[in-house]
Each structure stands twice: as C-alpha cells, then as structure tokens.
C-alpha cells in the first residue's frame, strides 16, 4: 500500500461547504421529523448505549441522553464495557440472527468501519435520521457507501503535560518523552493508539513511510519502554494527573482537560512535530426489534441535532462535524481544537483503510515491545 499524507482530515473533508452545512444545520434542529406510520413505534423501556468512562460518558449523557429522555420518556443506559470485549459479541449476534447486547455504539471510526465492512451496521438514512443532513462532508465515513455509521467530531492526541514539571514553557518535541527526569512518569494508551504516526517521525521516518515501513516506530518504541511508561485507557490519564504519578503523556485533549477543569495544573499542546488526529462514530447494529432499532436511530438523531452535538461536545473540548455550533470559549485558537485549514496543516492523519488494515498488527507489535 502506497504511503500516506497527512491531510486526509484537511480542506476537502472538514472545511468545504461549510458554509451550506451551517445553513442546513438549522434544517435538522428538531428532535426528529417521523413518517406517521413510524411515530408509532411502541417505545422500549430503555435504550442502551456503549461508552467510554469518565468524563467521557459523563459529557454524553448530560448533552444528549439527559434530553433524550426527557424528550421521549425512553431511559438511557450507558454501557461501559471495552471495545474489544463488545463488538465481538456484536458481530457473533448479527451473525446468528439473535439480538445485540446494545442498541447505540459509540466507537472509535477505524472500529466502527470493521463493523460496516463486516456488514452488521444497520444503515443510517436522512429518512429515519434527518439530521444527518448539514453535517459536514468528513461525517461521512471515507470509502463506504452511504451512513453505516456517522462521523460526530474529530479529536487530536496531544502532548499533555504537568505545569509544574515544565515552568520554562511548555515542551515543543515529543523528544521530552525521553527525558531521563520523566522515567516513571511517562503515560500512553495501552495500545499504543494515538501514537502510531509520532512514533514513526520521532524514530527517524515520515508519514510517507505508513504502513509499508514501521521500523521507525518500533525503534522508538524501544527507546520508550526504557522510560518504564504508565499504560492505560482514557480514565486513567485523568486520574494520573489528578494524583501527581505522570508529568507528561500522549492522551486525548478531553482527558487532559477533564483533569484541568477539577483543579489540576495541567496543560497541553501540539508539538513541532504534529499530532495525530481522528474521529469518533456512532452506529446501530442490525437484528434488532424493528421498533428498538427505529428509536435507536431517533437517539442518534438527537445526537446529532444542533443543541444536543454542541452540549455534547463542548463536554468533551472536541469540534464537532457540523458549521455553526459554537465551541468551548477556553479553547478558541488552539491548535488541538483545528477549525481551520491552518490547524489542520500541523496534524497527522491516518487513512482510516489504512487504520482498518494494519491497526490491529500496530496494536500487537506495541505490546510486544512493552512486555518484553
């Protein structure tokens, strides 16, 4: 597979037609519109939604759920379990023809088009989710047909770092991941997720080198396993800083900001070498009962409506993919919340088939190196 540039989240996926999105946004800012015959759908008793923990969830549920049940009397459950225990028994269901175990996934994108590809994703429709209409054009996942799944925000892996260890300034190289004060006090995710395209440039190659060279980020990861890193998953980072056991660590903006915003001196930026970017997905699973799977796309609907996207992400400090809502006043300008064409310049982006194709054997090779 040939190499890879760093713009595939850039002009022609975020920023065109933005103005007709913000228009068309104000389109979709009901609830739902249903055909008569669909607005009878018996109600079930609750929906369940896969989550991440921490502030995670706790954004999803007080900009959408909260008024998704106020709005239609259906209660939310928030299903915390780990991807890669969930959607194999996902896909085991679709397959046999029995019932998933939740009606709403939120997922990571490169996970959500295994499960496209796969063909278990019930497919999305302006007619049952009108509010897939204004979103902008990276919403629509690259190289499917249609809406299987919908693109909601993007998000960037920053460099967060503790303000205390840093009283000069903040770090501008991933290079400070190997500082001899920070052995211990290094943090990553346990997959290595995020990393993939900093370690590659910090290990002596280049974007272009993705996938088909890899050996520069084996390398460093070598380097870096001599740091004795901290291995966790998005609530950890959070709890990390809040207790004063990490200085520095490759984490989401939104748990960095989570750990601010309790009172925590900790800061974040993109450093000289960029930073990766992606996006996350919400999608239905098929076999569902015909009306669970009606009101479970009405709840992506209302995730999708103007008030309750901007609720949602403004919780979480991620843009969202639609024009017009507007955004965190604390991080307007920074460059690790891109609306523009300048912030988008300084980060790195894996194509998502490139991420479905080899992100597993990424994994592997992480934790290969790290237990070693």
Known sequence: ?????????????????????????????????????LAQMAKPA??????WGGVWVDSLDKGVSQSFTEATGIAVRHDLTEDNEIQPKIWAAVDQGRVPPLHVYWDT????????????????????????????PAAQPAGLEGFPLVNVYSYVYVLAYRDEAFPDGPPDSWAVMLDPRFKGRVALYDDGIGFEPVAVVMGGGSLEDIPDNMQPAWDF????K???PL????PDFTSWFQQGEIDVACTIISNARAAKESGIAVSWTVPKEGAKVDTDALWVPKSLPENEAWWAKQYVNHALAPAPMEAWCNGLGLPPLRAGLKGPEDLQGDPAYPTSEADFERLLSIPTPVLVEHQKDWFA???????S
């Open 221 to 224: 990861y070598q380097k870096l």
């Open 226 to 228: 001599a740091q004795e």
């Open 109 to 136: 994108t490169t996970n959500a088009t295994k499960s496209a590809l796969r063909g278990v994703c019930d497919p999305l429709t302006t007619e049952t989710v009108p509010n897939l209409e204004g979103l902008l």
């Open 46 to 51: 609750e929906l369940i939604v896969r989550a």
């Open 1 to 37: 597979m040939p190499g890879i540039k760093n713009r595939s989240l850039t002009r022609r996926r975020l920023l065109a037609t933005a103005g007709r999105a913000a228009a068309a946004s104000l389109a979709g800012a009901s609830l739902w519109r249903p055909a008569p015959a």
């Open 365 to 371: 090779k992480f934790n290969e190196i790290m237990q």
């Open 231 to 234: 291995l966790g998953e998005d």
